[in-house]
């Protein structure tokens, strides 16, 4: 079971680009990592998912060495509304009790 | 497209009744998937269907927890009887591809269930 470390907190203003950086280091060859965003009372929003290098979406970067025992996020000019907390998930397939959610991080943006 | 639905979206019981859940997927997800949050705990996995069939069951706390989907399309999750330990937000999930690690999984907004 691949078990993740990431800061419980972290603050940044309008603008800003975050990099918010999880630790994996016992992550599996056919693991994933995956990150989710969650807003108070709503449940988890799927931002970005990737296996090695970097993956780019409309939202969000994914960084991942070469050895994968950890990956940043990294969110461009962030505005108040990416207020939320942050999940760094790593996980193969189909073994449910491998999707483990974590305590995340809770990202303040400032203005 | 409508997204993860759930029903709903509190519920005040107390110990020892039965309550109820239920969760409408996306239209076409074979997959869907039930987790928890209990007070200043994690999200859990609960279980995970495919279809009609429970692929994996691994995360139900004990058997006052039921999971059903028959026919394969909305999901129920009854508690009986509720104990306070129960208290939380349950989400619902569903997806696509049943690879649970590597595709992205749609939440509803959850279910608040406090029990008294």
């Known amino acids: 079971l691949a078990k993740t470390t990431q800061p419980i907190s972290m603050d940044s203003y309008e603008g800003q680009e975050v990099n918010i950086t999880c630790s994996h280091n016992n992550i599996a060859t056919n693991d994933y990592i995956t990150w989710y965003q969650q807003f108070p009372s709503q449940g988890p929003r799927f931002i970005i998912q990737?296996?090695?290098t970097k993956v780019t979406n409309e939202v969000a970067s994914l960084f991942i060495p070469a050895d994968r025992k950890s990956s940043t996020l990294s969110l461009p000019r962030v505005s108040l509304s990416d207020t939320a907390v942050y999940y760094c998930?790593?996980?193969?397939?189909?073994?449910?009790?491998?999707?483990?959610f974590g305590p995340g991080t809770r990202l303040s943006v400032l203005p | 497209e409508a997204g993860v639905t759930q029903f709903p979206s509190h519920s005040v019981i107390e110990k020892g009744q039965t309550v109820t859940l239920r969760c409408d997927p996306i239209?076409?997800?074979?997959?869907l998937y039930w987790y928890r949050r209990v007070m200043g705990k994690e999200i859990k996995f609960l279980l995970h269907f495919v279809k009609e069939s429970k692929q994996d069951e691994s995360g139900m706390p004990n058997n006052r927890f039921l999971a059903e989907r028959t026919g394969g399309t909305y999901s129920t999750l009854k508690v009986q009887p509720a104990e306070l330990e129960d208290s939380g937000v349950y989400f619902c999930a569903s997806s696509q591809e049943g690879a649970i690690g590597s595709n992205e999984q749609f939440f509803g907004p959850g279910t608040r269930l406090t029990v008294l």
């Open positions: 239209s076409g997800h074979d997959n």
């Open positions: 990737g296996y090695k």
């Open positions: 998930l790593v996980a193969s397939d189909n073994y449910g009790q491998n999707f483990v």
